[in-house]
Nanobody, 115 residues
Framework: QVQLVESGGGLVQAGGSLRLSCTASGSTFSINIMAWYRQAPGKQRELVAGIVRSGNTNYADSVKGRFTISRDNAKNTVYLQMNSLKPEDTAVYYC?????????WGQGTQVTVSS
């Protein structure tokens, strides 16, 4: 079992920055991929960024060049640095951990970007 706890959401003006954190506990040795997803009202949950244990990353086209995902394996923590935020980035952001056998989700943290 893996538990995920997110923090760092909030309200920010367009053009501002936020950093989300997600700390994993439990069977963290089994985690290979960690990722951030988001879900805006009335929309499907979508992948924002992912990072594997080796450090390779991938990003949604909509956030490339603005968001950076990073991972501290020693702290079992993944970060999402979000810069140049836009109102369309407003959503609940969820941390995700994938062990290839199971997928775990955090409780979500709200990010609201005002215009």
């Amino acid at each position: 079992q893996v538990q995920l706890v997110e923090s760092g959401g909030g309200l920010v003006q367009a053009g501002g920055s936020l950093r989300l954190s997600c700390t994993a506990s439990g069977s963290t040795f089994s985690i290979n991929i960690m990722a951030w997803y988001r879900q805006a009202p009335g929309k499907q949950r979508e992948l924002v960024a992912g990072i594997v244990r080796s450090g390779n990353t991938n990003y949604a086209d909509s956030v490339k060049g603005r968001f950076t995902i990073s991972r501290d394996n020693a702290k079992n923590t993944v970060y999402l640095q979000m810069n140049s935020l836009k109102p369309e980035d407003t959503a609940v952001y969820y941390c995700n951990a994938n062990t290839f056998q199971y997928v775990y989700w955090g409780q979500g943290t709200q990010v609201t970007v005002s215009s």
